[in-house]
């Protein structure tokens, strides 16, 4: 089955601070996506970039789909971004997640 | 306001007990999922149905059973055949599309344990 693999899988900022979350997956993927889960469990869908690059804000995403990775850039954080972030691709009709960056952000 | 809802939020189990695990959504979603995580640990998918009436096993099915008898509602029920049973479970709802398109959404989650 498809590989997905992120990094790093923990990173602590100072506020203000700029990061850079990478996910790597084993085989061509038409479909990615980005989450976010709060501290309380919940899950929320911050992208779905199969190709290219798109920004929400201070956050913004890219998946370079032929060399199988995608990127998401988290720039002047703050301290509500902590949390952990997932990516995940579709695979056989289901989504496959990686294990997740875990991100605390320090005030 | 549309989004899935999961009850109960907390549930305590005995052992040996069977314990269902509620999911509706109202966001008119053709497919639902069931997800299993441990603490520290990514999100592994139990079982999936993309219509009504169907449903297929993920990757950790064993002790689980599910049912999809109307497009809104996808229980989860948590046998005494599922050895390590406490974690946290995540329902998600999609639109199919064809194109691959499936956007996840998500419920706020059920907290098992078992004591």
């Known amino acids: 089955g498809i590989q997905v693999e992120q990094s790093p899988p923990d990173l602590i900022l100072q506020e203000g601070a700029n990061s850079t979350l990478r996910c790597n997956f084993s085989?061509?993927?038409?479909?990615l996506q980005w989450f976010h889960q709060n501290p309380w469990g919940q899950l929320i869908n911050l992208f779905y970039i199969p190709s290219g690059t798109k920004q929400n804000g201070r956050l913004s995403a890219t998946t370079v789909a032929t060399e199988r990775y995608s990127l998401l850039y988290i720039s002047s954080s703050q301290t509500t971004d902590s949390g952990v972030y997932f990516c995940?691709?579709?695979?056989?009709?289901?989504?496959?997640f990686g294990a997740g960056t875990r991100l605390t952000v320090k005030p | 306001d549309g989004g899935i809802t999961q009850s109960p939020k907390y549930l305590f189990r005995k052992e040996g007990q069977n314990v269902t695990l509620s999911c509706e959504q109202n966001?008119?979603?053709?497919?639902m999922y069931w997800y299993r995580q441990d603490p520290g640990q990514g999100l592994r998918l139990i079982y999936y149905?993309?219509?009504?009436?169907?449903?297929q096993k993920g990757d950790i099915a064993e002790g689980y059973s599910v049912s999809r008898e109307k497009k809104e509602s996808f229980p989860l029920t948590v046998t005494s055949a599922q050895k390590n049973p406490t974690a946290f479970y995540l329902c998600?709802?999609?639109?199919?599309?064809?194109?691959?398109?499936?956007?996840?959404?998500f419920g706020a989650g059920s907290r098992l344990t078992v004591l």
């Open positions: 998600a709802s999609s639109i199919r599309r064809r194109s691959g398109a499936n956007v996840l959404t």
């Open positions: 149905s993309q219509i009504v009436n169907d449903f």
């Open positions: 995940a691709v579709l695979y056989n009709n289901d989504m496959r």
């Open positions: 966001l008119n979603h053709d497919a």
């Open positions: 085989d061509s993927v038409n479909n």
